[in-house]
């Protein structure tokens, strides 16, 4: 039945950057799109444990924009509180949020029973927000769907999932509602990816949903990255440390042993032990050998640089190389540092000044990622308080995020004007910064929606 008006609830990702969840409440039908965790500010990892304030039960389907945490984390979650519809995605997206909710469901498993044997926790017994057989009932919902077609999904609803560049198998989603089109952005990808093709662009938005994550902020040139890399490696290299890079384990991780393989290959930087410390990393890289229309690797050249370097699956492995004081280079999960192999890896090597850190994504708000880069001298790390003497490094051209010059490129090609734009997944200043462009160069006026406001659409 056609509605004359359609509520959109901003269960996550709205006045901040994590935990992405849009309900569009069409009256008859209520689809999500993406259904991430919060990650950052204590006060927004507390809102996992909470029930979202919609009726779970009733939401027929998810619609997924691509794999990462913050967009797919809470999916185990959602189906414990009572979701029994499909979760729609493209067939690489559904892959890496298969590996990402089995990793993270290890990940808090393990920390849980590392709380309660240390008696860090202040919970007891300390609980994993959702286990490995919440992953197990989650991933039969999972239904794979082609890019670059219109899917009917009620009557007078369908939905297309167009390439996006970002991470493999990403999109951005236009859902049509009886004629009005809906544009979710879901993670815009950068122009000139040296893994990934640029993102397609919308025509049409009547109510366009747009991320600010770089709002506000210019990338240089990836290219421009490289020289700075290479100088990053010989530095610590020569002073006898190892260089520790926290990476996403999905695209980015990969674009990090592309980097260092392309340098080593160039004789520009010394032939050391170089480590890519992720199961989850190691899943991904099978993935690229079978997503070749997704990115511009060749499987050749997937094969010679991973034979440059020692993949580690093994957490017993982490821990005989996370003593090992001679010269490196680790990549190894979270990039953020909220969790992952690279915590293992700081507990030792934090206190080390001749050792460097070098963060290549974003770093959220209240992340530990984000504390250092401020300039904290000390780390906690399971339970502990770790002093941090390491030397820090930021690359933000290697980030898989669009910039603000991308951002409004993005929208460029859109015909119409929109009704109504929100500015999402981003921090304030940035959402601001994008809100004013957006105005000045388009003449559109775009809103900042709130942590679970509910917005009208006639």
């Given at each position: 039945m056609k509605n004359a008006k359609?509520?959109?609830?901003?269960?996550?990702?709205?006045?901040?950057?994590?935990?992405?969840?849009?309900?569009?409440?069409?009256?008859?039908k209520k689809i999500l799109i993406d259904c991430g965790l919060f990650q950052g500010l204590k006060e927004?990892?507390?809102?996992?444990?909470?029930?979202?304030?919609?009726?779970?039960?009733?939401?027929?389907?998810?619609?997924?924009?691509?794999?990462?945490?913050?967009?797919?984390?809470?999916?185990?979650?959602?189906?414990?509180?009572?979701?029994?519809?499909?979760?729609?995605?493209?067939?690489p997206t559904l892959d890496i949020a298969k590996i990402i909710l089995n990793d993270s469901a290890k990940i808090q498993e393990q920390e849980a029973e590392r709380?309660?044997?240390?008696?860090?926790?202040?919970?007891?017994?300390?609980e994993p927000l959702y286990d490995l057989k919440d992953v197990e009932k989650t991933v039969p919902h999972f239904k794979g769907i082609p890019q670059a077609q219109w899917i009917p999904l009620f009557d007078g609803i369908r939905a297309r999932f167009q390439y996006n560049g970002h991470i493999l198998g990403a999109t951005y989603i236009e859902l049509d509602i009886h004629g009005k089109r809906f544009v979710f952005s879901g993670d815009i990808g950068r122009a000139n990816d040296l893994l990934l093709y640029p993102p397609l662009k919308p025509k049409k938005a009547d109510v366009l949903f747009i991320e600010s994550t770089y709002g506000g902020r210019f990338h240089p040139d990836e290219v421009e990255a490289l020289p700075q890399i290479e100088k990053l490696v010989n530095d610590t290299i020569n002073k006898g440390g190892s260089l520790f890079v926290p990476s996403f384990s999905v695209e980015r991780a990969q674009l990090m042993m592309l980097i260092f393989w392309k340098l080593l290959k160039a004789k520009k930087i010394p032939k050391v032990q170089m480590i890519m410390d992720s199961p989850m990393g190691a899943s991904v890289l099978e993935l690229?050998?079978?997503?070749?229309?997704?990115?511009?690797?060749?499987?050749?050249?997937?094969?010679?640089?991973?034979?440059?370097?020692?993949?580690?699956?093994?957490?017993?492995?982490?821990?005989?190389?996370?003593?090992?004081?001679?010269?490196?280079?680790?990549?190894?999960?979270?990039?953020?540092?909220?969790?992952?192999?690279?915590?293992?890896?700081?507990?030792?090597?934090?206190?080390?000044?001749?050792?460097?850190?070098?963060?290549?994504?974003?770093?959220?708000?209240?992340?530990?990622?984000?504390?250092?880069?401020?300039?904290?001298?000390?780390?906690?790390?399971?339970?502990?308080?770790?002093?941090?003497?390491?030397?820090?490094?930021?690359?933000?051209?290697?980030?898989?995020h669009a910039d603000h010059a991308e951002?409004?490129?993005?929208?460029?090609?859109?015909?119409?004007?929109?009704?109504?734009?929100?500015?999402?997944?981003?921090?304030k200043e940035g959402a601001e910064a994008l809100q004013k462009d957006i105005k000045e160069i388009y003449g559109w006026d775009a809103e900042i929606p709130q942590l679970y406001s509910i917005e009208e659409i006639e």
């Open positions: 359609i509520n959109i609830h901003f269960l996550g990702a709205a006045g901040t950057v994590t935990g992405s969840k849009y309900l569009v409440d069409t009256g008859d927004l990892r507390l809102k996992n444990w909470e029930y979202p304030p919609v009726e779970v039960s009733e939401i027929d389907m998810v619609l997924l924009t691509h794999g990462h945490l913050d967009h797919t984390g809470y999916l185990p979650r959602l189906v414990k509180q009572g979701f029994n519809g499909p979760i729609y995605g493209t067939n709380a309660n044997k240390e008696g860090y926790s202040k919970h007891s017994p300390a690229f050998h079978r997503t070749r229309d997704w990115h511009r690797l060749e499987d050749n050249e997937c094969d010679e640089m991973c034979s440059h370097f020692t993949v580690v699956s093994s957490y017993r492995e982490t821990m005989e190389l996370r003593t090992d004081n001679k010269p490196k280079i680790v990549i190894a999960g979270s990039g953020m540092l909220t969790g992952g192999r690279m915590l293992n890896y700081l507990e030792t090597q934090a206190q080390n000044s001749n050792n460097t850190l070098l963060f290549v994504g974003y770093q959220a708000e209240g992340t530990r990622g984000r504390k250092l880069l401020e300039g904290d001298k000390e780390l906690k790390v399971y339970g502990k308080w770790v002093p941090f003497h390491m030397e820090v490094a930021e690359i933000e051209g290697l980030s898989a951002l409004m490129d993005w929208m460029g090609k859109i015909k119409n004007k929109p009704e109504r734009i929100f500015i999402i997944h981003g921090e």
